[in-house]
């Protein structure tokens, strides 16, 4: 199904606006429901197997063993399978900055360089430029499954999976109306949160229980700090500051590199790639600046990353009280770009920040990317790195309840909308989203059907875990 051509918005806000209610014509919102896997569908073991091939062979079954845990877990894992899925979807052809992976765990709260606590999406590895329905499509269904690995009924479900479709499309319509730059600055912040979810109580559309959910997760949040990540993970060895080992999950670099390279080798090459990544933060005077590398590890992180390099950095600053965390994560190909075609950055560093800045209001200070550099085994990676933690806090799925999923949902849905209107012709959109409930509906449609797909996806990837054909390592 064709879609129409948008304008550019040197059109004018009519024209865009034209534009956006055309592309309903040629893609009609109604079309976004349906969804049944098309004839000669690729193999979703052998997409996982193929990705398997460019990680850490021994975190590989580490990764596997996490997707095992649920279906949820398994959909976390499997961007990459529903990538080559909406391929095959209906497409507006209205582009945004993709987060490429916008499933209800990758959204949470973050300190701001302007300290304030904000929330947003934190998760960037698949960013791309594309059409905005495949991350509403990501989102909408990752509440789907969620809610039923949780138990909810089909009316709970749908309600939250709605909410998200309203949250974002009322939201999209709201930034379309507003000014240029009061779209541009618009952000949620946690006291922005709980002054709305005050509001719901008053309403009865929230409980005392979620407004003091979310308060412990706010207060929990501002304790996940460098400092915090320092008693946790270091330890004095010989004398010295040194990242503990806890392997398979945390493997010093020495451990790594064995007699290939000492640690006077080690410290030159860091302090080298580090001054390197420096050159992309963006300011001539930089904290970094004041910072000596002491040591690092490999750390394995989330569902769908593990076996991707990630390293975990230990500086310090005035002395050792006074520590600071890098995370260098590696940046393969992002999974969309098989469907929409390559990156046009130099490297998949720079691909992840430049996607990250153009969809947050407001990013890490320390977010920025190693240009490539050759790894452990003699290939080359592409690194962005940013701060391990700081204030960082989200939501437990494992414990939401109906009422609760229902808020987060409208919070999330209204989160990717504001990114969208960054990077993306909000206008077009809003037009294209129109007042009704049409593009809502079709989205609880889509969900509801593609979690019965990922359901069977799940049963098949199990099978294949027990009978060996996919290891499994618990980690």
Partial sequence: MAAVTPVQPSAGFAARREAGRAARAQTPRRSHGPWQAAAGRTDPLALLEDQARSRVPELVPVRYERMRTSPFAFYRGGALLMASDLAATPQTGLTVQLCGDAHLSNFGLFGSAERRLIFDINDFDETLPGPFEWDVKRLVTSFEIAGRHRGFSDAERREAVTAAATGYRERMRAAARASVLDAWYDTLDADSVQTWLRHERGEERATKRQTKTFASVVAKARTKDRLRAFAKLVSTQEGRLRIAADPPLIVPVEDLVGDDMDAADIQD????????????????????????????????????????RAWVLLLVGRDEEDPLFLQAKEAEASVLERFLGPSPTASHGERVVRG?????????????????????????????????????????????????????????????????????????????LGESSAFDDAMADFAAAYADQNDADYRTFAAAVDSHRLGATPA
Avoid: N
């Fill in 269 to 308: 090459r860091m302090q080298a790639l580090l001054a390197s990544y420096r050159t992309t933060l963006g300011m001539q005077r930089h904290p970094l600046s004041e910072y000596t590398y002491v040591h690092m590890a490999r750390k394995v992180v989330g569902v769908g990353s593990v076996g991707t």
């Fill in 356 to 432: 990250q800045r153009a969809m947050q209001a407001s990013s890490d200070i320390f977010l920025g990317w190693q240009p490539r550099a050759a790894g452990d085994d003699a290939l080359e990676h592409d690194y962005y790195i940013r701060q391990l933690h700081d204030w960082k806090g989200s939501l437990d799925p494992e414990r939401m309840v109906p009422l609760g999923a229902v808020l987060y949902a409208r919070i999330c849905g209204e989160t990717l909308a504001r990114a969208h209107a960054r990077s993306g012709d909000r206008v077009q959109i809003a037009a294209y």
